[in-house]
């Protein structure tokens, strides 16, 4: 699977009600670009963060489900969060890891996740459903399938993809509309 794939599946399998919170790169870009919505909020220059900001979301908005699309360069920056996560066991919080074992978004420097164990981590510090995947046909049932939290989806993808993708640079307006999707019941 791709990252263009794999971000196609979640975002076309996810409840249009979801809450979205995507990491610093080529994620988020390539989220703005294709599936760009109130429903998204972007998080460039806060590598290491997405875990962090959407926890906050889900334990102050317990009755949306939060989706947090992470990059897994991005989730060893600030590995702490997960601890976090698994105590306050946000039943609404669905993390997503796009993992490429690698620095996607700078030079495709390899990461650490493949000695990291990701997933296995995910289930040590609480999170109460892990899946690891590799396929979207395996992506989207993972998904579907994750009723309660907090939920954590290691999709494993190949390295490279599609890198000129535009940014998001209207924060402001984006953070604008954001915030009056979170008041819609």
């Given at each position: 699977m791709k990252r263009k794939e794999a971000i196609e599946t979640i975002m076309t399998t996810i409840d249009p009600k979801d809450v979205i919170i995507s990491t610093t790169g080529l994620i988020s870009r390539e989220i703005f670009e294709k599936f760009d919505s109130a429903r998204n909020i972007y998080v460039p220059g806060s590598m290491g963060l997405a875990s962090s900001i959407g926890l906050g979301l889900a334990v102050s908005c317990p009755d949306k489900r939060v989706v947090v699309i992470d990059?897994?360069?991005?989730?060893?920056?600030?590995?702490?969060?997960?601890?976090?996560?698994?105590?306050?066991?946000?039943?609404?919080l669905l993390h997503i890891v796009i993992d490429n074992s690698a620095y996607g978004s700078c030079n495709e420097?390899?990461?650490?996740?493949?000695?990291?164990?990701l997933d296995k981590l995910a289930l040590v510090v609480g999170y109460q459903y892990v899946q690891?995947?590799?396929?979207q046909k395996d992506l989207r049932h993972?998904?579907?399938?994750?009723?309660?939290?907090?939920?954590?989806?290691?999709?494993?993808?190949?390295?490279?993809g599609r890198r000129n993708f535009r940014r998001p640079l209207n924060l402001v307006e984006i953070k604008d509309r954001f915030m009056l999707f979170l008041h819609q019941p």
């Open positions: 990059g897994d360069a991005s989730l060893l920056m600030n590995l702490g969060a997960i601890v976090t996560v698994g105590n306050e066991q946000p039943a609404n420097e390899k990461s650490m996740s493949n000695s990291a164990h690891t995947v590799s396929s993972a998904i579907l399938t994750f009723r309660q939290g907090p939920g954590f989806i290691l999709a494993k993808i190949k390295l490279g």
